[in-house]
């Protein structure tokens, strides 16, 4: 809610003061080698610091008139089954449109099977075979979606083991506020069944030099078309009112076309849908014919599924040259299409353009905290790309989890979580990140039969453990008193094969100084004793060495002045003449009680 509540702001805000203030744009030339500025001016970059796979080429590159369009990323199995592109973005609302494309790249005549997540969610599905069409010159999908934790993730999942294809992707921000975004269209993706221009050649970005803000590609509504009577296009070069305005900035060309017929009757379009899914409906209007100057001169009828739902007067609405929208939402379909019927009532119907997108809710997604904790365990256990650790560990939950990991919903529903972690044998290299404890309702861990080096994480062993299987690894240090009372509380817990833990019956004793992965207390008192004692002897030894030997070397002269100095040297000398005569006159004699004189007297 907070994170809308922003983004509300941030549009009101742009819609008072004029300004766009949506510039993320990334255009990916998926298989491509290097970036490149096409026609139309858009910049495209290549995804090689994206994602994994190999880069490919279209066996017919001369069909295809877009310099995207000509390669390709494919997946193969021994990638994993999930790959994914995730790029970093601000948060917000963002169009995502895709483009697949086969055309027999690996010679092999057999199109793919593979699904399509957008945010966790399965968005769109590829079934083998293709439509001929599709597979040979390629098709668009697009959608609009909420990204809420700074990264826009598009997967794909292979079916079988078909190696997923796609041949670009474009990620574009949108005002979060268009098509009458509500806190309930955050938890919503919409799905593209149809964005139509009327009366008009399709246009927008890779169709025409016409602008759209969102990056909107529309298609002409010539094959959707089922009216029986003549049609009669229509178009000018006026402006139009209310056009490119926030929130949802449709575009000029949009309304400068439309399509009527030339005599009076009904103004037919067929969508296809999936009748398991909700649709919203946009229809856009515009009175473009100069004749019509009054209200009353055309009204009709919008009629969806045999149900009249409203009338229409357009003039009398928003007068000519003027832009209207128009939105309704179809639920409980029995049928796999949408029929719309434009009744006459007055005059003839017209209509601009058409917009059909499919609710898709937004699917769980893994607890965030998880997935972090999930993806640095990827890096420190160095998972295989075979193993196809991609994009969210659980999500979507119409998928198979991440090799090796089980997820249930968490308490309340809100979330999936890690319950299982089921790794053995796979010839893990790494260790055990810390991060394995955020994993708070794992349930069974088994890593054994690998090769993992280091400690035990001291935290490992938490409530809601209950098996720990560990053995056959190379693991070393004192085992945490927490994961050994797993088999205390009747839990199943295997350590074997590792020589070099220690602590825990059935274990060798931690050796005195080891004690939780670092020094014992024990050995930390005798470290410190041994210190201690090793800088008393160098004190002791540099008191011998320097203060013992300079008590007789003292320099008397110093700082005396130079007359006093000479008068002391010739009193030193005569005293210690002196000295040797009266012992030379007592050589027989006795030491002194102190020892033998010396000819030194302190001072």
Known sequence: MALLTLLCLAGLYAAVH????????????????????????????????YTGGAPGLVSEPHIFEQEQEKTLRFFPIAMGKKNCYIVNVPE???????????????????????????????VFSWRSPWLETNSRKGAYSDLFVFVRDGEATVCLYSIATDAPVIGSLEIIQVDPLSYGSSSNQQNVILVN???????????????????????????????????????????????????????????????????????????????????RLDYMIWFHFAEIDPTINAPGQRVFDIIINGKNIHRMDIFKEVGSFTALRWQYTVSNLSKSTIS????????IPLISGLENYALVPMDLATDHAEVVAMRALKQSLRIPDRMGWNGDPCAPSTWDAWEGVTCHYNKDRTALVITQLDLGSQGLKGFISEQI????????????SNILQGSIPLGLGHGSLKTVLLSNDNLEGQVPENLYSIGVRGGTINLSGNQGLCGVPS?????????????????????????????????????????????????????????????????????????????????????????????????
């Open 18 to 49: 004029g300004q766009y203030l949506y510039d993320t744009v990334f255009n990916i030339d998926c298989g491509g080698y290097k970036n490149f500025t096409n026609k139309f001016n858009q910049t495209w970059m290549s995804d090689r610091f």
């Open 92 to 122: 917000g609302r963002y169009y995502i449109r895709t483009f697949f494309v086969y055309d027999n790249y690996d010679s092999r005549k057999h199109t793919p099977s593979f699904d399509v997540s957008v945010e966790g969610t399965l």
């Open 193 to 275: 069944y149809g964005r139509l221009t009327c009366g008009s050649d399709s246009f927008g970005p890779g169709f025409s030099n016409d602008t759209d803000r969102f990056g909107r590609a529309w298609q002409s509504d010539y094959t959707f078309s089922q009216s029986t009577a003549m049609k009669r296009p229509l178009s000018t070069r006026n402006p139009i009112k209310s056009t490119d305005q926030a929130h949802d900035y449709f575009p000029l060309h949009l309304y400068q076309t439309a399509l009527t017929l030339v005599s009076i009757a009904p103004l037919e379009y067929t969508l296809p849908v999936d009748t």
């Open 340 to 347: 719309i019927e434009l009744n006459p009532v007055s005059g």
């Open 437 to 448: 404890n955020v994993l708070s309702h794992l349930v069974s861990l088994n890593l054994s």
């Open 507 to 603: 274990l060798a004793a931690c050796p005195y100084f080891w004690e939780k992965r670092g020094l014992s207390v024990g050995a930390k008192i005798g470290l410190g004793l041994s210190a201690a004692l090793l800088v008393i002897m160098l004190l002791s030894v540099l008191y011998w060495c320097f203060i013992r030997r300079h008590r007789n070397d003292y320099d008397f002269g110093l700082g005396l002045p130079h007359d006093l100095i000479s008068k002391t040297n010739r009193y030193q000398k005569q005293k210690h003449r002196m000295v040797f005569d009266s012992d030379d006159q007592n050589m027989n004699s006795f030491p002194t009680p102190h020892g033998f004189a010396s000819n030194l007297n302190p001072v």
